[in-house]
Nanobody, 124 residues
Framework: QVQLVESGGGLVQPGGSLSLSCVASGTIYSIYAMTWYREAPGKQREFVAQITNMLNGGDTNYADSVKGRFTVSRDSARNTLYLQMNSLKPEDTAVYYC???????????????WGQGTQVTVSS
């Protein structure tokens, strides 16, 4: 019923920039939060950035490792989450996943959804 699709990943040099998008589609009643995670080989999936409390204006949160370099934003009308990544470092190399807390039919039908991921590689 709900699908999340990430896009925008690719290869970029250290210090460069990249923009990611996550589009939620399907049967959506409302979205409470959308979050970016990333997973590097041999490492656990980690939190990157999010917009939560979307039903009441939205609040942003960032991991310390990306704060000041990454910016998360949204287009509520299009159910889309963005991640603008600047000053990229090799340590940012990972598969980036979009997660959304979505109600499909009513305010009592909340569930957690994941996208397929998009590869970001920061290398010279």
């Amino acid at each position: 019923q709900v699908q999340l699709v990430e896009s925008g990943g690719g290869l970029v040099q250290p210090g460069g920039s990249l923009s990611l998008s996550c589009v939620a589609s399907g049967t959506i009643y409302s979205i409470y939060a959308m979050t970016w995670y990333r997973e590097a080989p041999g490492k656990q999936r980690e939190f990157v950035a999010q917009i939560t409390n979307m039903l009441n204006g939205g609040d942003t949160n960032y991991a310390d490792s990306v704060k000041g370099r990454f910016t998360v934003s949204r287009d509520s009308a299009r159910n889309t989450l963005y991640l603008q990544m600047n000053s990229l470092k090799p340590e940012d190399t990972a598969v980036y996943y979009c997660n959304a807390d979505i109600a499909t039919h009513s305010s009592t039908s909340w569930a957690d959804y994941w996208g397929q991921g998009t590869q970001v590689t920061v290398s010279s």
